[in-house]
C-alpha cells in the first residue's frame, strides 16, 4: 500500500515538476515595445560638427569646430506599438577656429551646447528582438559658457538656434526589459557667432552628425 501511494504521489508530481523544468530552461521571450510603455536609454555618443558652409565679415575665411564625444539620455514613450516620441538630453563642448582669414589662422574660443531634441519614430518591428526605426523631429540648441580664445578674439558670443532633425536606428531585446541600442541623427544648425561684442560676425551652418551606442530600459 505504501508503494502505492509513493507511486501514485509521483505521478501526480510529475506534471509540475516537468512543467517547472520546462519554465525554468525555456528562453525568455522578446518584451518587445509596446503602446503607454516607456524606454529610458543611457547612450555614448560622438558629436561631429560638418561646418557646410560659412562666412566671416571683414576678414574672411571659414569656421571650423572640434568633434566631441560625451553621455547622453533619453527618454521615449510609445503612443501606439510602431509610433513614439522621443526626447534627448545632452551636452558637449566645443573648440571654434577660423582658417583661411586675412589673418591666417586664428583660435577663436570654446562654447558649450545644449541642444535638447524631440523626435516622432516610427518602429517597423516592435514585437521583435531586432527593431529598426526611422524619425524626424526638431532640435533646439542653446550655447553657453562660451570664452574668446584672447588675442584677436577678445570676446565671444553665439545665437541659440532652431532646426530640423533626421534620425535611423535600431533596438535589440538582449535580455528581459534591456536592450541595446544604436543611432544617428543629422541635425541642422545654423548660428552666427559675435566676435568682440558684434565687430566680426561669423556665420556658420554646423550640421552636426550625431552617433550613438548605449543600452535601454523598457518600463
Same mark, same amino acid.
Given at each position: 500500500?505504501?508503494?502505492?501511494?509513493?507511486?501514485?504521489?509521483?505521478?501526480?508530481?510529475?506534471?509540475?515538476?516537468?512543467?517547472?523544468? %520546462?519554465? %525554468? !530552461?525555456?528562453?525568455?521571450?522578446?518584451?518587445?515595445?509596446?503602446?503607454?510603455?516607456?524606454?529610458?536609454?543611457?547612450?555614448?555618443?560622438?558629436?561631429?560638427?560638418?561646418?557646410? /558652409? /560659412?562666412?566671416?565679415?571683414?576678414?574672411?575665411?571659414?569656421?571650423?569646430?572640434?568633434?566631441?564625444? @560625451?553621455?547622453?539620455?533619453?527618454?521615449?514613450?510609445?503612443?501606439?506599438?510602431?509610433?513614439?516620441?522621443?526626447?534627448?538630453?545632452?551636452?558637449?563642448?566645443?573648440?571654434?577656429?577660423?582658417?583661411?582669414?586675412?589673418?591666417? *589662422?586664428?583660435?577663436?574660443? /570654446?562654447?558649450?551646447?545644449?541642444?535638447? !531634441?524631440?523626435?516622432? %519614430?516610427?518602429?517597423?518591428?516592435?514585437?521583435?528582438?531586432?527593431?529598426?526605426?526611422?524619425?524626424?523631429?526638431?532640435?533646439?540648441?542653446?550655447?553657453?559658457?562660451?570664452?574668446?580664445?584672447?588675442?584677436?578674439?577678445? *570676446?565671444?558670443?553665439?545665437?541659440?538656434?532652431?532646426?530640423?532633425?533626421? %534620425?535611423?536606428?535600431?533596438?535589440?531585446?538582449?535580455?528581459?526589459?534591456?536592450?541595446?541600442?544604436?543611432?544617428?541623427?543629422?541635425?541642422?544648425?545654423?548660428?552666427? @557667432?559675435?566676435?568682440?561684442?558684434?565687430?566680426?560676425?561669423? *556665420?556658420?551652418?554646423?550640421?552636426?552628425?550625431?552617433?550613438?551606442?548605449?543600452?535601454?530600459?523598457?518600463?
Amino acid at each position: 500500500m505504501t508503494l502505492r501511494r509513493l507511486a501514485a504521489g509521483l505521478l501526480l508530481a510529475l506534471p509540475f515538476a516537468l512543467g517547472t523544468a %520546462q519554465a %525554468q !530552461t525555456a528562453p525568455e521571450a522578446p518584451v518587445g515595445l509596446a503602446a503607454g510603455t516607456f524606454m529610458v536609454r543611457l547612450r555614448a555618443i560622438g558629436v561631429i560638427p560638418e561646418d557646410n /558652409s /560659412s562666412s566671416i565679415s571683414l576678414i574672411g575665411g571659414s569656421v571650423h569646430a572640434s568633434a566631441q564625444a @560625451a553621455p547622453e539620455v533619453d527618454v521615449s514613450y510609445f503612443l501606439t506599438d510602431h509610433i513614439a516620441f522621443e526626447l534627448i538630453a545632452a551636452s558637449t563642448e566645443h573648440t571654434i577656429t577660423a582658417t583661411n582669414t586675412a589673418l591666417g *589662422k586664428v583660435d577663436v574660443g /570654446s562654447t558649450w551646447i545644449l541642444p535638447p !531634441t524631440l523626435t516622432v %519614430q516610427y518602429h517597423f518591428m516592435p514585437h521583435s528582438r531586432f527593431s529598426p526605426y526611422l524619425g524626424a523631429g526638431l532640435n533646439v540648441s542653446f550655447f553657453y559658457a562660451s570664452h574668446a580664445a584672447g588675442g584677436t578674439v577678445t *570676446k565671444l558670443g553665439l545665437d541659440n538656434a532652431v532646426g530640423p532633425a533626421l %534620425q535611423a536606428g535600431f533596438d535589440y531585446n538582449v535580455s528581459g526589459h534591456w536592450f541595446a541600442n544604436f543611432d544617428v541623427k543629422q541635425i541642422f544648425l545654423s548660428t552666427t @557667432a559675435h566676435l568682440n561684442g558684434g565687430v566680426i560676425l561669423a *556665420k556658420t551652418a554646423l550640421d552636426p552628425l550625431v552617433i550613438g551606442a548605449g543600452i535601454g530600459y523598457r518600463f
